[in-house]
């Protein structure tokens, strides 16, 4: 099947920093990606769209300043959270749907 | 509000038994259902993909789906301690860049005890 990676698998950072998570269709083009964000013993939630060439889509709720998407390539897709804050501490996952949606294993990001 | 709902358990079932998990949907829009099973700190995996009305079977694996009703359920016999995992029901939703998005339902913790 189709592979997604995403890099860093974890990282911590310090509250008031920005962090860059990258999401990577290793053996297919995805123009489209989405972005999931999964807190503790919750389901996953949808954060928004990542169009290649245009605009991020985001969802309801989600501070399109706050959580940056740059969908830079037919292959890449990144998630910015700037000045993070101890309640963006989360499981940031990301799909790229092809015949299905393949999932990447996920980033957990713990701001202190 | 576009809703997928599922008891969140713990369900517990013994080695070698059925395990069944219901899931129900708010948006009679939806066309499209999948099972993902999630392992503790892991991202999910697709287990079954259902489209139409009726049963769908793979394995050990059978996705049952009642538009009329808005329920769909996975059961997993002669389930294994491996199959311990929760499991989350989706709805496809509105397309968004050429795709469905999809709506999670919380999840069903399962554990088979040996």
């Known amino acids: 099947g189709a592979v997604v990676s995403q890099h860093p698998s974890w990282v911590i950072c310090k509250s008031g920093t920005s962090v860059k998570i990258e999401c990577r269709s290793l053996d297919f083009q995805a123009t489209t990606m989405f972005w999931y964000r999964q807190f503790p013993k919750q389901s996953l939630m949808l954060m928004a769209t990542?169009?290649?060439?245009?605009?991020?889509?985001?969802e309801q709720g989600v501070e399109k300043d706050k959580f940056l998407i740059n969908h830079a390539s037919l292959t890449l897709s990144t998630l910015t959270v700037t000045s993070a804050h101890p309640e963006d501490s989360s499981f940031y996952i990301c799909?790229?749907?092809?015949?299905?949606?393949?999932f990447g294993p996920g980033t957990r990001l713990t701001v202190t | 509000q576009k809703e997928v709902e599922q008891n969140s358990g713990p369900l517990s079932v013994p080695e070698g038994a059925i395990a069944s998990l219901n899931c129900t949907y708010s948006d009679r829009g939806s066309q499209s259902f999948f099972w993902y099973r999630q392992y503790s700190g892991k991202s999910p995996e697709l287990i079954m993909s259902?489209?139409?009305?009726g049963d769908k079977e793979d394995g050990r694996f059978t996705a049952q789906l009642n538009k009329a009703s808005q329920y769909v359920s996975l059961l997993i016999r002669d389930s294994q301690p491996s199959d311990s995992a929760t499991y989350l029901c989706a709805g496809g939703g509105a397309f968004s860049g050429g795709y469905n998005k999809l709506i999670f339902g919380a999840g069903t913790r399962l554990a088979v005890h040996p």
């Open positions: 799909s790229a749907p092809l015949n299905e949606q393949y």
């Open positions: 990542s169009n290649e060439g245009s605009k991020a889509t985001y």
């Open positions: 259902i489209y139409s009305n």
